[in-house]
């Protein structure tokens, strides 16, 4: 029973931290009606940003801002690349753009890099409550979570920028109509959803080893995260993903960790088929 309970607590602090990766991804698809298939390519690069930082002697934790403002400033060039023009178009356009330039950016990584495992070691003391360990990487990731989260939060709400991106979000007609430079909005939005995709993967990195292809995964468990969220919605998000890791904390104690996969995409059926908008869809007008 200790061992379930440190799990369950466990999966909670690795689940913000899916719950981080997801926001970035709610995001995007909220604002711009793009599925970013560039996620992982960018949660990738918040893995190599922190290994590459802290290889030149960086602090792990003080590349956090570097990353951040990194990965909008890249987020902002690939929606001018990609994105843009698609914007509007069916589906499949954005959907084909982003996974080409998705391949494009793996092709190049594996070039320079290839497919070994990467660790950054980061020492940080656990704390200990009675009988149970936990990480101390683990809990100050899912502090920085919260923190960047209740960030985001405040931003969308209480902020003039942050009203634009919801009311665009909401209706983008209606937004142009009283004066807000939607392309510009649309392209704030897209930078910010990548860069919270690239510090959750320097947050990743803090946690567990990585490949070059580790993003396809963490990918996979965002659209987990956002059906069980919400699509468009960066709190349900941010829900969904310590959902996820409770699903994770309390499956891996009692089967293989091969199986958790298998569980996580049975639970995303089910939610799709019974809330195709995900369990806390925000409303449009």
């Known amino acids: 029973m200790s061992g379930l309970f440190a799990s369950i607590i466990d999966g909670v602090l690795v689940g913000s931290v899916y719950g981080l990766a997801a926001m970035g991804l709610t995001l995007i698809w909220g604002v711009t009606d ?166 959750s993967g320097m947050l990743i990195a803090t946690l567990f080893p990585f490949t070059l292809l580790s993003g396809d995964a963490y990918q996979l468990k965002s659209f987990v995260v956002i059906v069980l969220g919400g699509l468009g919605n960066p709190t349900g998000a941010l829900l969904g993903g310590i959902a996820l890791g409770l699903v994770e904390g309390l499956s891996t104690p009692f089967m293989p960790v091969s199986w958790t996969l298998v569980i996580e995409f049975v639970l995303f059926v089910i939610v799709l088929i019974a809330y195709p908008n995900g369990l806390l869809a925000p409303r449009r007008a």
Do not use: D
């Open 34 to 199: 793009v599925v970013n298939l560039t996620h992982g390519s960018a949660i990738v690069a918040g893995m190599f940003g922190l290994y590459l930082l802290t290889s030149t002697g960086v602090p792990p934790y003080a590349t956090l801002p570097l990353i951040l403002v990194g990965g909008f400033l890249v987020g902002l060039l690939l929606y001018w690349i990609c994105v843009h023009r698609v914007i509007g178009r069916p589906p499949l356009m954005s959907l084909l753009s982003t996974f080409s330039v998705n391949l494009v950016l793996i092709g190049l990584g594996t070039a320079v890099w290839g497919t070994a495992l990467f660790n950054v070691p980061v020492a940080l003391p656990s704390v200990s409550w009675q009988r149970y360990t936990f990480p101390g990487t683990h809990i100050l990731a899912a502090v920085l979570t919260a923190a960047i989260a209740g960030c985001l939060y405040v931003f969308l709400h209480r902020t003039r920028l942050g009203k634009a991106i919801r009311a665009v979000a909401n209706n983008r007609g209606a937004a142009e109509l009283v004066g807000i430079p939607t392309t510009q909005v649309l392209s704030l939005a897209f930078g910010l959803g990548v860069a919270l995709a690239g510090v």
